[in-house]
Structure formats: C-alpha cells, structure tokens
C-alpha cells in the first residue's frame, strides 16, 4: 500500500484546507489521519473504515473536522473548517488491515506528510 498526502498550506484561523491521500482503496482496510508536532507524539486525528464509512474523531477536532472516503477515486479526505493555532502540525495519512483504532502503533502503512499551518 502506498499513501500519498497533500493539501497542507498555510492558513488563518478559522479558516478551512482540505487534504487528501492518494493510494487509499483497499477492502477491509482502515484509513486514517494523524499528526505530528515537533517534540510531541504523532497523534490521531481521524479514522475511517473503507468498506463502510464508519468514522472515528479525535475530541479536538470533533464538530471541525471530517474525514471521507471516495472508493471510485481510491482516495481519502480530510476536511478542515475552523482551524486554530494549534491544529498546526505534519499531517499523515495512513492504513491498517483490521479493526479501526486510535494506536499509531497499528498502522503499519504511511505517507509522507504533509505540513499544516494556521495563522493566529
């Protein structure tokens, strides 16, 4: 599986970006979003089940954030609104084959980052 990440820029708080991963399509796979701040732990974000849709959301990022999935295109989305300060990170992209979780740890399929920053 190989996983590509775009869309980051720069933006002002409350304002909105869009990312995407390319390379998502897979049965039985979970797709997800995390992030990484430096000196911190890559963290999750969002998580989606492929076949189904069922989704999955950090507490931060709940009511702002959606994740979506296009089977047809083989790609995943993240939909930011309302952006804040600290929502400043690298995002990544990322699948598993099992059950959806919040465990960076098991993932075991990566893209590259893709780096996010808002303006206060």
């Known amino acids: 599986v190989q996983l590509q990440a775009s869309g980051g820029g720069l933006v002002q708080a409350g304002g909105s970006l869009r990312l995407s991963c390319a390379g998502a399509?897979?049965?039985?796979?979970?797709m997800g979003w995390f992030r990484q701040t430096p000196g911190k732990q890559r963290e999750f974000v969002a998580g989606?089940?492929?076949?189904?849709?069922?989704?999955v959301y950090a507490d931060s990022v709940k009511g702002r954030f959606t994740i979506s999935r296009d089977k047809a295109k083989r790609m995943m989305y993240l939909q930011m609104n309302s952006l804040k300060a600290e929502d400043t990170a690298v995002y990544y992209c990322a699948a598993r084959n099992g059950d959806i979780t919040t465990e960076t740890s098991g993932y075991g399929y990566w893209g590259q980052g893709t780096q996010v920053t808002v303006s206060s």
């Open positions: 399509g897979r049965t039985n796979y979970v």
């Open positions: 989606i089940t492929y076949n189904w849709g069922t989704t």
